[in-house]
């Protein structure tokens, strides 16, 4: 089917793990998964959760790539435009957003936020009034690079679900490919030119290849 990997998602205390990682799944990451609040900021205001103009979709890029450890990338790569999504920007800068997910039991979250974001709970309590009156629950996702929002999803009265496991099965196998590292003779000795240009080709018989100043 042309798949890359198999990835897999698990209670971490289900009799299942270990056999999924003895069939050759590895984890990739932890995560919780918490229900917020259906509660509503008694104070109207303007979001500061925005929907995102096609120049943010560099920088939301960007973000991920700096936020998300490289093993979960490896996993579940950025995808470009497919998603539904919401930007929290401040001084026109992207800090945070997430990808929403809405289906026929509920809202499902996935967020990637700047730990330089202040006021977390405020932030957080923004997001929930954007989805208040749909009459469906909201789910946030919480991966293991992220455990810092705990305090503040308990702080706003959110109900985390057990730990999950996060495995993926790669399916392709990685070839070493050999790099021809340039060598010429000078003076009788053998230098090696880490730095030299893979075209670049060395004779000591053809003097037009020696750079003059």
């Not at 299942?16 to 008694?42: A, D, T």
């Not at 998603?83 to 967020?111: C, F, H, Q």
């Not at 490919?177 to 000078?186: A, D, E, I, R, T």
Request: aromatic fraction near 8%; hydrophobic fraction near 40%.
């Amino acid at each position: 089917m042309g798949a890359l990997n198999i990835l897999a998602e698990i209670e971490e205390s289900h009799e299942l793990f270990e056999m999924l990682r003895q069939s050759g799944f590895c984890v990739f990451s932890w995560e919780s998964i918490w229900r917020l609040p259906n509660h509503k900021n008694k104070v109207q205001q303007i979001s500061d959760w925005l929907v995102p103009t096609p120049v943010d979709e560099n920088t939301i890029r960007t973000l991920f790539q700096t936020l998300v450890p490289p093993l979960v990338q490896n996993a579940e790569p950025f995808t470009n435009g497919d998603s539904i999504r919401l930007v929290y920007k401040k001084n026109n800068e992207v800090l945070a957003y997430v990808e929403i997910i809405t289906g026929v039991e509920g809202i499902y979250l996935i967020p990637v936020i700047h730990p330089s974001v202040e006021d977390i709970g405020q932030l957080l309590a923004d997001l929930i009034d954007q989805f208040s009156g749909l009459g469906k629950p909201v789910f946030l996702q919480v991966r293991s690079y992220q455990a810092w929002l705990a305090e503040s999803l308990l702080t706003i009265q959110a109900e985390p679900s057990p730990r999950f496991a996060l495995l993926v099965k790669h399916l392709t196998s990685s070839q070493t490919s050999k790099v021809l590292n340039m060598q010429h003779v000078h003076n009788g000795s053998r230098q090696t030119e880490p730095t030299a240009p893979i075209l670049q080709h060395y004779s000591d018989n053809n003097p037009s290849t020696e750079t003059s100043k």
